[in-house]
């Protein structure tokens, strides 16, 4: 069983600060040449190392459990900080935060304007994703039921709410639009969701048919869709899109959320790269794919199919033309995860890898100046 702080009454001291700490807390945005990340104020450079915090230990996600046990929220920020992250990523699902096509389900936005407040308390800043469908059972029957306008007029409507929400905080790194978003085929497609993962879809379909379209038009006018409804309430936060490197899983070709033209409204690349045992080497040569004079973020990460080692050689040797990573962490610490009855060999994989991301986090070995 987890130890817990008497957290009620740091709360209290933290909420005393609150403001002060939000004054502390510089935004972030492009550098002026836009090739990577920088403070606003000091204009010092901001390389991301974070987690996902997209579960918990028993895989619930984080609007499932954020009302009801907001003292674990507020207690696994701490732990996060304490590993030496700068950034977190949240998952934001659709059926949690829309009641209807064009209705707000206000007590999530007001949850969300409260987790800002912890992040900004914290100095931790938030990769804020959005339009989840992770689950299917919180997914709602009218918005499968939609035909592709409607539907992206719902998911505009969706991170204009979000966009309402942070659009004053410095702790907001940025807004992801989707996870891993992807097109049909030549055929049309009859599920909006696409692979099931440990129970959960992490895969969406932006259409369902192509229609006579090309993949680079749906892609293009549904990114420029997304970003307008955000910028209608926040026109400075970044924004970007989490997607599956196909030149790493193909072995080639270019990428397509972050070609010249899909990608013009978006800030900065984010991908998700988990190199395999042996092939190190590959991964970095399809990750200087997306090297395209953005800034450039692995936005997922973990010794999942390769060695902790590996994957540490992956990031270390990535340092020079990457401007973060970000990785995962469950809401349990690596000590108890460790020493926890019946531990299993998963639990021992994340808390070894749990220490050794807070190692490199406080190593000067991610400083590599990437080329401008």
Known sequence: MRVRILWPYVLILICANSIAFADQLEWIRASDNGTHFVKSQSGSRFVVWGVNYDHDSAGRLLDEYWHQQWDTVVED???IKELGANCVRIHLQ???????????????????????????????????????????????DWYNKLAEPERWKAQAAFWQAVANSCKDSP????????????????????????????????????????NGRTRETVAQQWVETMTTAIRQHDKRHMITVGTIPWVFVFGGGRPLFHSENVGKQLDFVSVHFYPKKGEIDKAIQALKAYDIGKPLVVEETF??????????????????????????????PAEVLQTKPNSTIGDAITA?????????????????????
């Not at 097109?183 to 932006?206: I, S």
């Not at 390769?306 to 990785?327: M, N, R, Y």
């Open 94 to 140: 659709f059926g949690k935060f829309m009641n209807g096509a064009n209705a707000p389900n206000k007590l999530a936005c007001d949850r969300l304007a409260k987790l800002v407040k912890l992040a900004e308390q914290t100095e931790l800043y938030l990769d804020v994703t959005g339009l989840a469908c992770y689950h299917k059972q919180n997914v709602p």
């Open 171 to 210: 702790a907001i790194f940025c807004y992801d639009l989707m996870n891993e978003p992807i097109l049909p085929g030549d055929e049309p497609a009859t599920d909006w969701l696409a692979g099931e993962f440990g129970g959960k879809y992490f895969v969406q379909r932006l259409t369902l048919d192509l």
């Open 352 to 372: 070894s890898w749990l220490k050794r991301f807070k190692e490199l986090g406080a190593s000067d070995e991610l400083t590599v100046s990437k080329s401008d």
């Open 303 to 332: 010794p999942l199919a390769c060695s902790e080692d590996e994957l540490v050689g992956f990031i270390k040797e990535s340092a020079s033309i990457t401007d973060g990573w970000i990785s995962f962490y469950w809401g349990t």
């Open 77 to 79: 920020f701490h732990e």
